[in-house]
């Protein structure tokens, strides 16, 4: 039926049953509060990393180790890792949904980008709780 | 056939001889988007070139056309102003409605030649030339129960409201249905199941309107998917809109209705 539909009216929305999912409000709740966090701590980040004394002449495996010993760098970088990812993932799954034409491009789109989410969240997240100062070459 | 156009009037869809040309008229060149998807494979563009006075309407130019020059041409219109909402069309690359655009507006700067390029809305199935099928958005339009919703019992009187409580939607209820908002949609042109500006505003009407009870059912089916998260504050519909309603303020505030859970 509803096929036969789809037929005769090619851009007839199939119009699915209301899911009663507030998953979108949350999403573009999530997109205005990261966005926000962020510009705070990227630019920070990037103040300390390029313009405070020396800038990234001074940047070395010592002023990393040295950063990460204490917990609120490894925070400010665990979060700007985590927000960055997530917000531009988001992003990203906007645009697929905007843009991709058909159903199987908009899937593998998806995966790929979950899949490369998931990867760079987790390594990060390794490398700062288990980045090891005293490690020797 | 409106009185206003009787000058030129013939019967409608058969070709006439044209008309004199009046004084002070300019020779302007109309293109017009055709496809008779009965025959044809493609779309393609004819050109007239058409007398017009300055004080014309883009429907005039169209209505020339279909008398006197090619009777095949299809078009909706029916009140010619502005009031049905039965001619939005892409004229010069944005959505209008042909009875409400001048000549004189559209007329290139200095005396130049002028073109008139005339497609039809976006987005949705074109029929024949610039009649397109308008089922999927009153399809949307439809979905968002447009229509008063009132649990209690019936007022032997008529529903009292105050100026302040009707100035909240006053703004869209000047909706005419037109199409021009939700074909000028970029989301909407990628994504036909969007609820699309127009589903909204009327969806907005309603769920604002302080004698409605319907508000929490309409956000609701609003919050969804393809409902208003998927708008992404181009402010395309509200440039489109004949009647100035602002449209993606209307949006804005089904969004902050849904976030803040409070109409
Ligand atoms: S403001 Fe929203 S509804 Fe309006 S054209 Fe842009 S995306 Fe579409
Ligand atoms: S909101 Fe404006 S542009 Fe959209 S359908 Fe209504 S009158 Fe037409
Ligand atoms: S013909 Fe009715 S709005 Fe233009």
Redesign the interface.
């Known amino acids: 039926m509803s096929n036969a539909l789809g037929l005769a009216k090619p851009r007839a929305p199939r119009r699915p049953a209301a899911r009663r999912s507030n998953f979108e409000l949350y999403s573009w709740l999530f997109m205005r509060i990261s966005g926000m966090a962020l510009v705070v701590l990227v630019l920070g980040h990037l103040f300390i990393m390029n313009v405070l004394d020396g800038g990234v002449h001074r940047i070395n495996f010592g002023f990393v180790a040295g950063r990460w010993a204490s917990p609120f760098w490894q925070m400010w970088d665990l979060s700007m890792l985590w927000l960055a990812q997530i917000h531009g993932g988001n992003g990203l799954r906007t645009v697929i949904n905007d843009y991709a034409r058909k159903d199987a491009t908009r899937f593998w789109l998806k995966i790929l980008l979950y899949v490369s989410m998931v990867l760079i969240i987790s390594l990060g997240t390794f490398v700062i709780f288990t980045f090891d100062p005293n490690i020797t070459d | 056939m409106t009185a206003s156009t009787a000058e030129q009037t013939s019967a409608s869809g058969s070709k006439g001889s044209e008309p004199p040309v009046p004084e002070g008229a300019i020779t302007v060149t109309v293109k017009i988007r055709r496809f008779n998807t009965e025959f044809d494979d493609e779309p393609r563009w004819d050109s007239f070139e058409i007398p017009a006075l300055p004080s014309d309407r883009v429907l005039n130019l169209l209505h020339y056309v279909k008398w006197y020059l090619d009777g095949t041409l299809t078009f909706r219109r029916s009140c010619a102003h502005g009031i049905c909402g039965s001619d939005a069309m892409r004229i010069n690359g944005v959505n209008r409605l042909a009875c409400k655009v001048l000549l004189k507006d559209l007329l290139s700067a200095g005396g130049k030649p002028t073109t008139i390029t005339i497609e039809p809305i976006k ?3 074109v029929h024949k030339d610039l009649l397109v ?1 308008m ?2 958005f009153f ?2 339009f439809r ?1 968002v129960q447009p229509y008063l919703i009132n649990y209690s019992p019936e007022p032997t009187r008529e529903r009292l409201q105050s100026a302040a409580d009707r100035e909240r939607f006053d703004d869209t209820t000047k909706c005419i249905l037109c199409a021009c908002c939700t074909t000028s949609c ?2 909407y042109w ?4 969007y609820f699309g500006p127009a589903a909204i505003v009327n969806a907005h009407r309603f769920i604002f309107d302080s004698r409605d009870e319907g508000a929490e059912e309409r956000l ?2 609003l ?5 208003v ?2 708008c ?1 504050t181009t402010f395309n519909c509200t440039d489109a809109c004949p009647r100035g309603i602002q449209v993606t303020k209307a949006i804005q505030e089904v ?1 902050r209705a ?2 803040f859970k409070r109409v």
């Open positions: 987005g949705l199935p099928d089922e999927p399809e949307a979905a970029p989301v990628s994504d036909g199941s609701d089916i919050s969804d998917k393809e409902g998260w998927r992404r969004k849904l976030l």
